[in-house]
């Protein structure tokens, strides 16, 4: 059963376009908010289920950034004009750092408010995508398939189901054509692009990036302390790592200095960190790589202060799975870090 009880999800319901007027003041983790991020899973011809984060940034009436980063090393900055959220026709998949800061006449978290809203009413409309670093672009068309789908994400530490658009794109361009299925937010000030599965000439393998989980621009301090406090466990999405690998990348930081501040402000607390992974891969494998990011994220703490004696770690691998491994959005689910207090 699917529960609406938590502010997060408040926040998240408004910014989806459940809230009235609201919405269209940047609140909630969909819309444009400071400090706010979307989490996307991935797959490609280069390998299997990639994470990216893009983060908002230098929010204002006009423009905003997205600051971009990948558990394959990607990193890159992309600012959106406001007004071509609202009627540019081109759509830019993916990031690069090696790509303009501003494409005019283009959007990237999804398609234009116009595009959707010609979709919805005539059945299709044309529109264009920009698909690699170099700008390449096919044109094409969107064709109506549901105008009433459902689609779940993940919001805090639940998964709701938000109204959605899908359709199918056929595309060509100088060199390479496309087809693919498209499934966008139904919520013409904000059509994020939830999902896609697009295949290109010549890429035997077919493009496909899921939004699993989207987190308002707050800080997570005192719902830690909070759960900590009354359930005694605390799950997290938000420290990030290395592809394959228990290095924390830098974004991460700003939750660990959270998580470090909440056993600060409560000295008698102590802690077991357990790392989880999906299944793909070998199981004695994950559980090694799961217990050394449980580590990496016990070193970090103690380099802000925390006592060692204070941390425990363990590796759950892919053990204990919240979500169906046999979906992108599952196995996001599965990929996290649980913190547990020992000292009751």
């Known amino acids: 059963m699917r529960r609406f009880i938590t502010a997060a ?8 376009g459940m809230g ?30 990639a994470e990216s984060w893009m983060t908002f940034a230098k929010v204002g009436p006009t423009t905003f950034d997205i600051n971009y980063s990948s558990s394959r090393g990607m990193r890159a900055v992309r600012r959106i004009q406001v007004a071509d959220r609202a009627s540019a026709p081109t759509m830019v998949l993916g990031y690069n750092s090696i790509m303009p800061l501003i ?17 919805r009413t005539t059945g299709s409309a044309p529109s264009s995508i920009i698909y690699d670093a170099n ?21 805090g530490d ?54 699993v989980r989207a987190t308002p621009g707050v800080a997570l301090q005192g719902a830690m302390q909070q759960a900590l406090a009354t ?4 799950r997290t999405y938000g420290i990030h790592f290395d592809f394959d690998k228990a290095s924390i990348r830098s974004e991460s930081q700003g ?15 102590t802690l077991r960190i357990t790392g989880y992974t999906d299944s793909i891969g070998d199981p004695g494998y994950n559980q090694r790589l799961s217990q050394a990011r449980a580590e990496s994220l016990k070193s970090a703490l103690v380099k802000l202060g925390i006592s060692p004696a204070r941390l425990q770690t363990a590796g759950g691998g892919a053990s204990n799975p919240i979500g169906s491994n046999k979906t992108l959005q599952g196995r996001a689910l599965n990929r996290r870090v649980e913190l547990q207090r020992t000292d009751r």
């Open 103 to 119: 494409m005019p006449n283009t959007t990237t978290l999804g398609t234009s408010g116009a595009v959707l809203e010609q979709l």
């Open 231 to 234: 359930v005694g466990m605390f």
């Open 158 to 211: 639940q998964v709701v189901d938000v109204p959605a658009i899908t359709a199918t794109g056929t595309f060509k361009g100088r060199s390479k054509s496309a087809t693919g299925t498209f499934t966008f937010l139904n919520n013409k000030n904000n059509p994020v692009l939830l999902e896609y599965s697009i295949q290109f000439t010549g890429e035997a393998t077919p493009r496909t990036e899921r939004v």
């Open 9 to 16: 999800l408040a926040a998240g319901l408004i910014a989806l």
């Open 255 to 269: 939750l660990i200095n959270d998580m470090a501040t909440t056993l600060k402000n409560n000295p008698l607390w």
């Open 20 to 49: 009235g007027a609201r919405a269209q003041q940047g609140l909630g983790p969909f819309m444009p908010n400071e400090g706010g991020s979307i989490t996307t899973a991935w797959t490609n011809a280069y390998g299997p289920d």
């Open 135 to 155: 700008l390449n672009k096919v044109d094409g068309m969107f064709t109506l398939v549901d105008p009433k789908a459902k689609f779940s994400v993940q919001l």
